[in-house]
Structures are given as structure tokens and as C-alpha cells.
């Protein structure tokens, strides 16, 4: 069923492309509330996403997958993620082609022609509740708890987002699941293994903070089997409140 909405491009300057970090990659997608969608987006990396030009549609996934199917945009796809290796000002020309041209083709069904904005306004108090939510999660003000049998361990982020660090004195799991250690990807197990061979005091606890590159990694060596870190840590304040919540995830 067609959804009135938007599709967005959007920029960031966190995100480059590690080949050909000179080259500009952007992000199209679609939303039916543009601003909580910006915000949620924005929790995921340091730097806020510009918007750059937008479409209001009465059938917003309609159009964003003719775009990122169109044969001039999809060869500049980056795998089958919202993200182009592709310039603005080239970005924009093929938006505003190909929302012509949908336009044409399905104009009964979408009743109102598209309105396309390049001079987008700032974004309202629900985005900058997210985002202000954001920054005191990634300067380390929020703290996080992992609690299992056997498990008890606490986290935070630091360097802006980039690391989960598991604190000293936490409680990991000592045994693992039993397919832990073929499961993808390998390093969590190895970190583990190393962590528990060296890294334990006599209580068992972490004899100094562990840093990790993702709150998945962090949760997965804490309780020695893969585990899906936006659901495994919780609010230190209020255990009710997942991580994966401050992401716009349920889990």
C-alpha cells in the first residue's frame, strides 16, 4: 500500500568511503516521519547527516526504489545499503529525473505532483530531543548493564561513539556456548578466550576496562556466546530501557 512520505539524500562527514576516502558517498532512502527518521539516523555516528534535498510523495517507497533501481544510480550502490558512491550536485539531477518520470507513470494513484525541496529548514524538537540524547550517550554520561546467569557487567561509550568500553570489575561469563567458537565472526571468541586466559582477576572480574568497536562485540564476549548488543544492555538507571532504544531499535 502507497505511504505518503518522503525520500531523502543526505550527507555526513564521518562517513567516507575507506578505498577512495576523497570520494563523496551519500544516502537515499525514505521516511513517513522525516524527522524522527533524520534523528535515529543521527544517534548512529558522531556527525549530524545534512539533508540535501528532499521529495515529498504521496507513495515515498514507490519512488526511493525506482531510484536506487535506476541503472545510472544502482551500479553506484555500496552492497544492498541505503548508501552511493555518487556526488551531490549528480545525486540530485538523477532524484529529480527519475521523480519526473514516476510522476508520470503513476500520477492516478498519487493524486498530488511531488514537491522537491533543496533548502530544507532545521529540523524540530523531536530530532533534537535525539540528538541531544545522543551526545550524552557517546560522551559516556549513560551507563549500560549486561546481566545473565554468571554475568554481570557494565559499559559505556567513549572516543565519540567509535568504542563500547566493558568497565574493570565487571563479571563475564566464564563458560561459553557450546557453538561460540565457530560462530561469525571469530573474533569475538578469540577476544573472549584471550580475556579469559589473561584478562580476569581471582574473582573472576575484568582487571581493567576492555574496549571494544561495537556494543554487539562488547555483549557477545561478556556473555560468551554471540549476542545482539542493542538488546543485551540495558540502562544502568532504568533496566526497562534497552541500548538499542537510544539507536531507534527495539532490539
Known sequence: MAKKGYVYLLTNPWIRDPENPKDSIV??????????????????????????????????????????????????????????????????ENIRRITVAYYKEHRKELLKKPIIKTKIAQLGRAAATIRRNREALFKGDIRFVCKRKGVEAFGHFVNAGKE??????????????????????????????????????????????????????????????TRNGNAEWVNVDDESTTLGKYFGKDS
Not at 49 to 69: T, Y
Not at 72 to 85: M, Q, T, Y
Not at 188 to 214: C, M, N, P, T
Request: aromatic residues 8%; hydrophobic residues 40%; glycine residues 8%.
Open 27 to 92: 544516502k537515499i532512502g525514505s521516511a513517513v516521519n522525516l524527522e524522527n527518521r533524520i534523528g535515529t539516523l543521527d544517534t548512529a555516528v558522531p556527525c549530524d547527516f545534512k539533508i540535501e534535498m528532499i521529495v515529498e510523495i504521496g507513495d515515498c517507497r514507490g519512488l526511493e526504489n525506482a531510484i536506487q533501481n535506476d541503472a545510472a544510480v544502482k551500479e553506484l550502490r555500496i552492497g544492498k545499503s541505503e548508501f552511493f558512491r555518487i556526488g551531490v550536485k549528480s545525486a540530485k
Open 164 to 225: 563500547f568500553v566493558v568497565e574493570r570489575g565487571s563479571v563475564i561469563s566464564r563458560v561459553p556456548a557450546g557453538s561460540f567458537e565457530y560462530s561469525e565472526p571469530t573474533a569475538y571468541y578469540k577476544r573472549w578466550k584471550e580475556i579469559v586466559e589473561q584478562g580476569l582477576d581471582e574473582k573472576g572480574a575484568l582487571k581493567d576496562d576492555e574496549h571494544f568497536s561495537s556494543r554487539a562485540f562488547a555483549a557477545s564476549v561478556v556473555c560468551g556466546s
